[in-house]
């Protein structure tokens, strides 16, 4: 029995099995290569891809190819999850050392690195020093700094560390690639770190989606050499579930691999991925769902039930989003660049034909909720007073029926006047009111 | 992936430390040239500029740029641990040996540590400093420290001591081989007033965008072994990026990388529009950045401006940034909204007077796709409520005041007897451009009648800039004085003290100046389409009591979006008319200004071009007229159809001289029973049925007198209809427009409004072709607005033929010239201001 070729466990670390991303890694490659020696700044959500990208970009081989000499630039990849609250700068500093000192085969900078690791105090001067030599030297040197927020957002990197950083980029031969979820001037402890220059040196890379042809290489290229082939049908309702996100299509394929490996039929092979995908889906929806913000959360919502009105083809226009929520296009435009919606037609849909039912799953009440429903009211009188009203009727019957996390969530997408009528009557309808 | 694939030239995000993709900046070289060898030499120069203009770039350059007798070492202030004075030294003594023995092949140790630190300021000076003039021999030692705002951040933080400013200081009084270039990373027009008279020996260049003809080398030459950029395409990138340095590359980039993906040899103007959602991306963090430095309120501007210019970046009027906000429910202030307009300009974000664009379009683009209008107006709920001052204006404060420490530093450098360059005004030098601008008759073009004076003594003048005390042979024994304050609130309240001191508001004061049946009267404009409506405009006029004496006529004006007043006196003895015949005067150069190359006035509009909009043919909608007046002087009478005044029509007077034109308009008001003091101050008038409002155009200055009166035509009869009459001092004209039958005020006022007040801004948004032959003759299309009744039209200084014209569009012959020319159009109301979608070239 073959293995299964595809894994969405752990980030890929085998280049050949690294598909995609062509256009993001000329450009990162690009500027390292150009006179300055410029830093690129990854920007993804969560399981798109960020790490995998960074230990391609790592690569001996790859890099090589590139057109980056081994032997001149050095890439130390720093996995920044490491980073604590009670670690600061130098701390950091001698971390980032000790890896280099692995990476760098100059044994006259390795030298210099041990020293510097070894004396009591290490500043910006000291490092300056060390990577004057590296010019000197000819040589480069490439920070790939995973999940970079951890440092960003950490109270103990002042405006000090950033400044110093910048100086040491822009004066030497270094360069920064770094991941982070969010931009990085989103992800600042303080106003002072985000008022610092210091992020305007980098060029801004989202990873988003797979394009189709990404997906049709994805598959292919894994499937080489095994027995097993996917049908067309199978394909269309791997993308289906899984949209074309890297790691919920890796999920979805290596599902599907096992059914195959199963020897299960056809319709069993279909029923089996998509119990074993939702299965496997649900934890990251969670986690998808508890980073958004309220508006994100609005919009999730009403597109999951326009979704559900909109049967069998799933998707909405933005016109039609604004008539349930007037204010939705710039969220939905953001859970785009999430890669929790993508492009359909002329509109949008969620990513994922599993997304919007769970959503619904979700903000329906428990019998058990919706009997406490009047305990929940009185202990909720802003609620109350914002229901009283003409604009707050509709949800008198619509209320009782949504689950107790999720009332609040409903009252502020109530308060647009605009839409609240039309708003309602789609949850009525969903939630088996309408008349 | 393929390492063969040419390299991408385009730096975005670094700064330019080679010399491949530099371009332009000759002028800061030859600046810092000619400042460092000459009588200036011990003087510190300040490079400045908005952040991403490429100052650092410009001192990387400069060091290839001198003379190589001159040393010099750049020292990031970034980079350097300023914790107490003696890490900063230390860190200093560092780079300067570091930099020696790198660039210069000159050793100089630096003292132990321990022994540094243990005295810092006088190792440096002594041990160090001399080892580096002996090292040195005759040659001099430039020091280019860049983001120097660190030393004001690091001394209000407490952590580097105020000290330092006073010890550079002795460095640069001591050390005659020492020269100093700092960087500063903001516009000097943010830095508060209080400080301007500390800037008042420093050199000073401002590090702006670049140059049209650096920028089209930036944009060309990098790529010219791979592909040609068409002219087009040039044209578009200059259009979006305005030259900006960081931005063009930054778009050059996202072309090239196009190119790479699908290699041709001509990139069109539609590859730049394919980039251009890339580059945004690419760019975001600036773009972000430029948000997330600006305060709330100038928030609210660029989102307001954003959503009141949707689709491209065409100038709005403050009018319709409020509009937009009205229409999502929210009236942001006026004042916060002109103060953000202010600062957003002086940051180099916006551009224009009277009407405001982005200076880079792709912030607008940016704005358009991630801070629309009412997404803002769901972050700031409590901005727009109550406009609180965040954390960040007083950070930005803070840190213009520790530039102006650093930069006193500078200042006190120099030694005295050096003349000097003035960023701001100082005592005993000229006047600055926003009072110049603003003075009254034919001052402004004769600046050397005006001297700068002390405050006023009769009243309070807080945060006063500058006083300036003016005397003109035309205005015999009479003064003028100007005021600019560095405030809102220091203006209000020095305008305030000088009424309390002159008298007003005065009990009886009438609605017009000159006062008219009473001692003393007071004009409002509210009006201009630009300005706030609590940004009021006044004029005013009474006697005055200068000192001691008998009273003199007097007007004062005030511009409260400019900080400053004006009053101007008449002579002993002298009258409200003679006063007025000299406020009103064309302006004339002196005989000395105009030898010495000042611009002619401008001749006055035509009758013309005066008319309203709607009358697109004079020709053949207009006719001689005769006025039913007495109008000796008469220049031409005309009496039009008007296609908005169905039934009603417009008839227009030029006289050839103002004494007959306020002659005339008198004997008019006879003819048509016109009795202001019966109406009211408002057209269309309230029930009393006619009113007098002062009114500005925004095509012609505001003078004195300048009036709109409105009434029943014919009143009293059958077939009174509503009319409007107006004036213009300047161009010695009047108009008047009557409605049809049965027609109302409300619609002859809509009228008025749409083809009058809101004339077109002169703007030239696009030249085409762009190129032709040197022999000229090719026909040009320039478009943009407030184009109509052109009077000239220049490529480059030479007049080019008008084949014809419209608001948005002429057609032009171009003349013969060579290289590339700004073509600008000149109408009654002005010349178009210069902007890159007005270059053509020569090939």
Known sequence: ?435 | MDSSQPVNPYIAGSPVTGTEMFFGRQDVFSFVKRNLIGQHRDTPVVLYGQRRTGKTSVLYQLQRNLDPRYRCVFIDLHGLNLNGTGNLLLGMASAISRGLRRDHRLTVEVPDRAVFLADPQSVFETSFLDAVWDALGEDRLVLMLDEVVRLDEEVKAGRLDHGIFEYLRHLMQHHPRLSFIFSLGSGLEELRKDYAYLFSVALYHRISFLEPGAARELITQPVAGHYQVAPAAVQKILAITSGHPYYTQLVCHCLFDRWTGAPKPVMEAADVDAVLAEAIELGSANLTYVWEDSLPEEQVLMAGMASAMPGRNKPVTFRRVQNAWREAGVSPPAAELASALRSLTAREILTGSRACAFTVDLQRRWLDKHRRLDWVKEELPRTVEQWPRTARATRRVGYLALAAAVLLVAGYLTAAGVARIFPFPAPGRGPTPQLLNLLPGDLRLNEQECQVTAPPGQWVMPGMVQALRCSDPGLTGGTVYAFQSDSSAHFQAGWRNFNTWWGFPATGAGKVCPPSGTARGIEVSSTNSFLPSDDNQAIECGPLRPGGGGTVPAFAFSYPLDFIFVVAEGGPGSSFATLVDWLNQPAQPAQVAAASGVAAPAPLATLTQLLPHDVTDPATQCSAHPPPFAAPGLVQGLACNDPGLPGGGVTAYQLNSFAAYQAAWAAFNTWWGFMSADGGTACPPDKSGLGTAPWTSSSFPTRVGQVLECQYAGAGTAQAEPAYAWTYPTENAFIVAQGGPDSTFGTLSNWWMRDMSSRSTLTVTAVSPSTGPAAGGTTVTITGTGLAHATRVSFGGAAARIVSDSDTRITATAPPGSGTVDVTVTTAGGTSEVVFADLYTYS
């Open chain 1, 1 to 435: 029995m073959a293995g299964n070729p595809f894994t969405y466990g752990n980030p890929i670390r085998d280049p050949r099995r690294f598909f995609g991303r062509a256009r993001e890694v000329e450009q990162i490659f690009g500027r390292l290569r150009n006179e300055e020696f410029e830093s690129s700044s990854v920007v993804g959500e969560r399981r798109i891809g960020k790490t995998s990208l960074l230990n391609y970009l790592a690569n001996r081989d790859v890099r090589a190819a590139a057109g980056l000499d081994i032997d001149r630039y050095a890439f130390v990849y720093v996995d920044l999850q490491m980073v604590d609250e009670a670690m600061g700068p130098e701390q950091l500093w001698r971390r980032l050392l000790v890896l280099l000192r692995r990476q760098c085969a100059d044994p006259g900078i390795a030298e210099m690195v041990t020293d510097l690791g070894q004396r009591d105090r290490l500043d910006t001067f000291d490092l300056d020093e060390l990577f004057a030599e590296v010019d000197d030297r000819g040589l480069h040197v490439v920070f790939l700094l995973d999940e970079f927020e951890r440092v960003t957002e950490n109270a103990n990197f002042g405006p000090d560390f950033y400044y110093g950083l910048r100086s040491l980029i822009i004066h030497h031969k270094l360069a920064l690639i770094t991941s982070s979820r969010l931009e990085l001037i989103e992800l600042c402890h303080s106003e002072a770190v985000k008022s610092s220059p210091f992020f305007n040196i980098f060029a801004n890379i989202n990873l988003r989606q797979f394009s189709p042809a990404d997906f049709e290489l994805m598959v292919s290229r894994s499937l080489d050499g095994t027995p097993v082939v996917f049908s067309p049908a199978e394909l269309g309702h791997a993308r289906d579930l899984a949209g074309l996100h890297p790691y919920f299509l890796q999920a979805a394929c290596c599902v599907l691999f096992d059914s195959h490996q199963q020897g299960l039929a056809e319709a069993d092979r279909t029923a089996f991925l998509a119990e074993k995908f939702r299965a496997e889906a649900v934890p990251h929806l969670v986690d998808y769902w508890d980073n958004s913000a309220e508006n994100e959360k609005i919009v999730l919502t009403a597109a999951a039930l326009l979704e559900r009105t909109a049967r069998p083809v799933r998707g909405f226009s933005v016109k039609e989003l604004q008539g349930v929520f007037s204010r939705g296009e710039p969220w939905v435009e953001q859970l785009a660049k999430r890669g929790l919606m993508m492009s359909w037609e002329s509109g949008y849909q969620l990513f994922s034909s599993v997304l919007g039912p769970w959503i619904l799953d979700q903000i329906v009440a428990e019998l058990s909720e919706e009997k406490v429903y009047h305990d929940w009211l009185a202990d909720n009188h802003g609620a109350v007073d914002q229901i009283a009203g003409k604009q707050g009727g509709p949800l008198r019957d619509i209320l009782p029926k949504i689950g107790t996390r999720y009332r609040q969530l409903i009252i502020t997408w109530a308060s647009d006047p605009q839409t609240v009528i039309a708003m309602a009557g789609l949850l009525k309808t969903v939630l088996g009111l309408a008349s």
